[in-house]
T-cell receptor
Framework: ETGVTQSPTHLIKTRGQQVTLRCSSQSGHNTVSWYQQALGQGPQFIFQYYREEENGRGNFPPRFSGLQFPNYSSELNVNALELDDSALYLC????????????FGQGTRLTVV | QQQVKQSPQSLIVQKGGISIINCAYENTAFDYFPWYQQFPGKGPALLIAIRPDVSEKKEGRFTISFNKSAKQFSLHIMDSQPGDSATYFCAASGGQTSGSRLTFGEGTQLTVNP
């Protein structure tokens, strides 16, 4: 177990709706990153938060947004859901520095119908 | 742009055999190269990682070989076991936040037959 927990584990939403996914970082970690993993593919970097500020974004549209809270927990929000948003969403926490390791949660399986 | 290319896509080995998975990268700014293991329905779990200042790192049955000039690295699993059957991802990152802004390969589905 990594100490990174995500909720909910599974979620079904309708196209056009909005969704919020949550992540609790490992104790002592100050950086959280979100990834999207489509079926049969490697995780794709969405964005990263450090000290409550977005610190880098991958090739995802603005309808993907996030927050990091003072206790280093985080949220991923997706607006105007599309069918292609169906994927496993992964949260990873780490501590900024050299040789830092990223620890992943179990993910949230989002299905958009 | 695919910056980390992984092969093979799938691999079948017999129990006790050696599993070898290869990755190649393009971005010379990458300076941290981890391998992750993922079981169905689970998040990726860090197996072993290497930095470019060494050419090989071994942890138990898992070894990373790194060739900086060729921009390639590989994972060797010695004495492969059925419990090793999973999807393996190579990844790479670079910069101050190294470790949590990862570029992943496409994955290799490993099956170890008993």
């Amino acid at each position: 177990e990594t100490g990174v927990t995500q909720s909910p584990t599974h979620l079904i939403k309708t196209r056009g709706q909005q969704v919020t996914l949550r992540c609790s970082s490992q104790s002592g970690h100050n950086t959280v990153s979100w990834y999207q993993q489509a079926l049969g593919q490697g995780p794709q970097f969405i964005f990263q938060y450090y000290r409550e500020e977005e610190n880098g974004r991958g090739n995802f549209p603005p309808r993907f947004s996030g927050l990091q809270f003072p206790n280093y927990s985080s949220e991923l929000n997706v607006n105007a859901l599309e069918l292609d948003d169906s994927a496993l969403y992964l949260c990873a926490s780490s501590l900024v520095g050299v040789d830092t390791e990223a620890f992943f949660g179990q993910g949230t399986r989002l299905t958009v119908v | 742009q695919q910056q980390v290319k992984q092969s093979p896509q799938s691999l079948i080995v017999q129990k006790g055999g050696i599993s070898i998975i290869n990755c190649a990268y393009e971005n010379t700014a990458f300076d941290y190269f981890p391998w992750y293991q993922q079981f169905p329905g689970k998040g990726p779990a860090l197996l072993i990682a290497i930095r470019p200042d060494v050419s090989e790192k071994k942890e138990g049955r898992f070894t990373i070989s790194f060739n900086k000039s060729a921009k390639q690295f590989s994972l060797h699993i010695m004495d492969s076991q059925p419990g090793d059957s999973a999807t393996y991802f190579c990844a790479a990152s670079g910069g101050q936040t190294s470790g949590s802004r990862l570029t992943f390969g496409e994955g290799t589905q490993l099956t170890v037959n008993p």
